[in-house]
């Protein structure tokens, strides 16, 4: 069965740090880059942060220096690591996995950053 699974979102106090893990099954992990989106609630979809099938990475402005993507090939699992949350990082976060025309999503989890 292809799909992606998000986990380690949660609840944290600003400040604090959380991985999130996009674990992938069904196809050839290692041929995808993966992309990390948040959507908070009345905005859209806004890419975080990606790593090529070569490992090159991307980040939007507002997390540069606090998040870190990356990828274990071989457990076929990516990893956003998030430290410095702010509230405004509040949102649901979603990998997207893309090879040529092929797009596979997962289901998202939530993060939530709040005293």
């Known amino acids: 069965q292809v799909q992606l699974v998000e986990s380690g979102g949660g609840l944290v106090q600003p400040g604090g740090s959380l991985r999130l893990s996009c674990a992938a099954s069904g196809f050839t992990f290692s041929r995808y880059g993966v992309t990390w989106y948040r959507q908070a609630p009345g905005k859209e979809r806004e890419l975080v942060a990606g790593i090529s099938n070569s490992g090159g990475t991307e980040y939007v402005d507002s997390v540069k220096g606090r998040f870190t993507i990356s990828r274990d090939n071989a457990k076929n699992t990516a990893y956003l690591q998030m430290n410095s949350l702010k509230p405004d990082d509040t949102a649901m976060y979603y990998c997207?996995?893309?090879?040529?025309?092929?797009?596979?999503w997962g289901q998202g989890t939530q993060v939530t950053v709040s005293s």
């Open positions: 997207k996995a893309k090879s040529g025309a092929i797009v596979k």
